[in-house]
């Protein structure tokens, strides 16, 4: 599957952001999909995931603030992201797996990054 992320941009602390994803193929319904970030100096980290069922996962420091959905019909995917703070400054990338498990360690589908700017 392939992916292609966009919506990022650069708001203020406590402004929110709507992060999209559009996936090519007939199988998107089947995948397990995810937002990763990585902030400036860091490594890369899981954010949320939504499985086929529509089950939703957050780290911890998004929990509250941050809302994945996804829509089948139109092979997209969706992160809502509100009362920005300047720690979620960082790249965010959406990436697909055929589970759970393979998402949260080594997803074999990436897009490409989308930067989000929280200035305080």
């Known amino acids: 599957v392939q992916l292609q992320a966009s919506g990022g941009g650069s708001v203020q602390a406590g402004e929110s952001l709507r992060l999209s994803c559009q996936a090519s193929?007939?199988?998107?319904?089947?995948?397990?999909m995810g937002w990763y970030r990585q902030p400036p100096g860091k490594q890369r980290e899981w954010v949320a995931s939504i499985t086929e069922g529509s089950s939703t996962n957050y780290v911890d420091s998004v929990k509250g603030r941050f809302t994945i959905t996804r829509d089948n019909d139109k092979n997209m995917v969706y992160l809502q992201l509100n009362s920005l703070k300047p720690e979620d400054t960082a790249v965010y990338f959406c990436?697909?797996?055929?589970?759970?498990?393979?998402?949260?360690?080594?997803?074999?589908?990436w897009g490409q990054g989308t930067q989000v700017t929280v200035s305080s």
């Open positions: 990436a697909a797996a055929g589970n759970l498990p393979e998402l949260l360690h080594s997803p074999p589908s």
């Open positions: 193929g007939r199988t998107f319904s089947r995948y397990v």
